[in-house]
């Protein structure tokens, strides 16, 4: 039962280029999530999805760009990387709206 | 908008003593309420949650209540061990129907129990 894995767990890059964190989950749940958590400011909204194909932006969506072409993954791209990017990222999913999300173990991103 | 507010941290206990962490929200809609547990360097587990007023969540120990005359769910457990020292996190899901299906989260507080 693998539930919900992120990848890669670390990542160091440069400002500018592109990243893609990967999320996959296995429950088939619909709705999945991207958020990314600092110090300070707990843990906020980047984008979701409510099925393939469909996604919306969170609270905090600027630089980043999300695709669903399959239910199980949901990957999340910084197209040119700053160092306000360096951040730990989560990706959770759910199976109905409003219910209880499950988080993946998070991905750490560094933007030297 | 939706708001979560707990309080503040860090919190030290020693072994086997009374915790409780108080959480208050604010909430446009009837909200499903959240309590969510991270140890070092993992992510968000879910540790109990409750879906309407009155509702006891519990696990491991863990219970809280939904208070909505005081919009509460306070975090409570009986008698702590070291390997609940971890960072609490309450949390809301406001299904009023606006929105983006977002957990609204506290800011956290961080618990260390000491032997």
């Known amino acids: 039962d693998a539930g919900i894995t992120q990848s890669p767990r670390y990542k160091i890059t440069e400002t500018g280029r592109q990243v893609t964190l990967m999320c996959h989950q296995t429950?088939?749940?619909?709705?999945m999530f991207w958020y990314r958590q600092d110090l300070g400011h707990g843990l906020r909204l980047i984008y979701y999805s409510a099925a393939a194909d469909i996604t919306d932006k969170g609270e905090v969506p600027d630089g980043y760009v999300v695709s669903r072409s399959k239910t199980e993954n949901f990957p999340l791209t910084l197209e040119s990387a700053t160092r306000s990017q360096t951040s730990v990222y989560f990706c959770?999913?759910?199976?109905?709206?409003?219910?209880?999300?499950?988080f993946g173990p998070g991905t750490r991103l560094t933007v030297t | 908008g939706d708001s979560v507010t707990q309080m503040e941290g860090p919190v030290t206990l020693s072994e086997e003593a009374f915790l409780t962490i108080n959480c208050t929200y604010t909430a446009t809609g009837y909200p499903s309420l959240f309590w969510y547990v991270q140890y070092p360097g993992e992510g968000l587990q879910l540790l109990l949650k409750?879906?309407?007023?009155?509702d006891k969540g519990s696990n491991k120990g863990f219970e809280a209540t939904y208070r909505k005359e005081t919009t509460s769910f306070h975090l409570e457990k009986g008698s702590v061990q070291v390997s609940d020292s971890a960072v609490y996190f309450c949390?809301?899901?406001?299904?009023?129907?606006?929105?983006?299906?977002?957990?609204?989260f506290g800011k956290g507080t961080k618990l260390s129990v000491i032997p």
């Open positions: 949390a809301l899901s406001d299904g009023s129907g606006a929105g983006s299906y977002q957990l609204t």
């Open positions: 429950w088939s749940h619909s709705y």
């Open positions: 409750a879906t309407k007023a009155d």
């Open positions: 959770a999913s759910s199976e109905k709206p409003y219910y209880e999300q499950y």
